[in-house]
């Protein structure tokens, strides 16, 4: 019986495409520079004001200093201010687009702004329902998904390899590939929310799944 995972505090869903663009598929490492150099400009400006924040897997990790204030925010204030969780949702959302993009997962030029084809949601925690010493040792807890996380990258570069030849020639992803990237791309996420975004005191699941 399969389990379900849509109340997990952190979602990422991207719809599968009917078609996709040959052409653009063939340039797309080249076509995204400018998108690249946009989330980067937009990370390193939030390392300026909002404490340190870097775009990491494909844009999803919104890291260093917030991360770091988070921790010190729950610690010592019980509270999570509500204008760091909006730019960690806000760049995750970015960064999910031009992820998606990028490991040809859709055709649609990232957006900075509309959601596009892509959904991702993260809950805003109270507060006060998180356990206050949890956030020192989530990043000690969360090593084994880790570990797993870095294999299945490797698998993850590997599956849009073989999608960029498949798209080259039929125009479509294999839905099985997609399945896995997304997978990852959602595992990835709910780790986030775990250890890095401190979201959530739910030990995030071994899955792939939704």
Same mark, same amino acid.
């Given at each position: 019986?399969?389990?379900?995972?849509?109340?997990?505090?952190?979602?990422?869903?991207?719809?599968?495409?009917?078609?996709?663009?040959?052409?653009?598929?063939?340039?797309?490492?080249?076509?995204?520079?400018?998108?690249?150099?946009?989330?980067?400009?937009?990370?390193?400006?939030?390392?300026?004001?909002?404490?340190?924040?870097?775009?990491?897997?494909?844009?999803?990790?919104?890291?260093?200093?917030?991360?770091?204030?988070?921790?010190l925010m729950l610690l010592f204030r019980r509270r999570y201010p509500r204008w760091w969780f909006d730019f960690q949702l806000g760049l995750a959302r970015?960064?999910?687009?031009?992820?998606?993009?990028t490991y040809l997962l859709r055709d649609e030029y990232p957006s900075t702004e509309d959601e596009q084809a892509?959904?991702?949601?993260?809950?805003?925690?109270?507060?006060?329902?998180?356990?206050?010493? #949890?956030?020192?040792?989530?990043? %000690?807890?969360?090593?084994?998904?880790?570990?797993? *996380?870095?294999?299945?990258? $490797? &698998? !993850?570069?590997?599956?849009?390899? #073989?999608?960029?030849?498949?798209? %080259?020639?039929?125009?479509?992803?294999?839905?099985? *590939?997609?399945?896995?990237? $997304? &997978? !990852?791309?959602?595992?990835?996420?709910?780790?986030?929310?775990?250890?890095?975004?401190?979201?959530?005191?739910?030990?995030?699941?071994?899955?792939?799944?939704?």
């Amino acid at each position: 019986m399969a389990t379900d995972y849509s109340d997990y505090p952190a979602r990422l869903n991207i719809e599968y495409p009917a078609q996709l663009s040959r052409v653009t598929t063939a340039f797309r490492l080249i076509l995204a520079i400018p998108i690249f150099i946009i989330i980067l400009m937009v990370s390193s400006g939030g390392a300026v004001a909002g404490g340190g924040e870097n775009a990491g897997f494909a844009g999803l990790t919104v890291g260093g200093g917030l991360s770091a204030a988070t921790v010190l925010m729950l610690l010592f204030r019980r509270r999570y201010p509500r204008w760091w969780f909006d730019f960690q949702l806000g760049l995750a959302r970015f960064g999910a687009r031009v992820g998606s993009y990028t490991y040809l997962l859709r055709d649609e030029y990232p957006s900075t702004e509309d959601e596009q084809a892509v959904h991702l949601e993260l809950d805003y925690p109270d507060a006060q329902a998180l356990n206050r010493w #949890l956030p020192l040792v989530k990043w %000690l807890l969360a090593i084994p998904h880790f570990i797993v *996380l870095i294999v299945l990258g $490797v &698998g !993850v570069i590997l599956a849009t390899f #073989l999608a960029w030849f498949a798209i %080259l020639f039929t125009g479509r992803y294999p839905r099985g *590939l997609f399945d896995f990237v $997304v &997978g !990852v791309f959602r595992w990835t996420l709910r780790v986030q929310a775990y250890a890095v975004f401190m979201l959530t005191d739910r030990y995030p699941p071994f899955s792939l799944k939704a």
